[in-house]
């Protein structure tokens, strides 16, 4: 006959406990791993980014948007497009808190193209998409905040505008 002891009814408490912390370590990672592909590139800086405030035509309508998850952003309703480019110049405005992408989704929600990651004080002039618009083309920009350095969600919005090329 076998008697348990205190120690080992510890043992198996701790070496449950320990299993639990695993085990809850494995999901917040693949939240994180699917989270990552989710938006697409992951999390690349725009290799295009450049810091300041960029100058664009009136007729693009450049306008500034402000998201009740509390950020903000200045973007082209009206933007001219060159083959795939589109100009959007998504910027990220210097007193946010966040860093944020933007996808450009087809009426379908398929990914059509997307900026890299855009710091405060950064924008980028175009997205480039997969595939020339030649007629008016209606699409959604995905906006998609994180919180800096960590890359957990801070909130997105999704704004609709027509291209005409």
Sequence with gaps: MK?????QTLRKRVLICALAVLAGA????????????????????DDRAEKGTPE???EEQYAHVIVTDGFELDICGNPRIEERKVYFYPTNPKDNEVWFKVAVLDE????????????????????????EIKGETAVTLKVIAYEPEEYTSRGSAALETVLHP
């Design 3 to 7: 008697c348990f002891t205190w120690k």
């Design 26 to 45: 494995a999901v917040v990672i693949g939240v994180r791993a699917y989270a990552a592909s989710s938006v697409g590139s992951g999390y690349q800086a």
């Design 56 to 58: 664009v035509a009136e």
């Design 108 to 131: 379908s929600g398929e990914r059509i193209g997307e900026s890299g990651m855009l710091k405060p004080g950064e924008y980028t002039e175009y997205i480039e998409v997969s595939q």
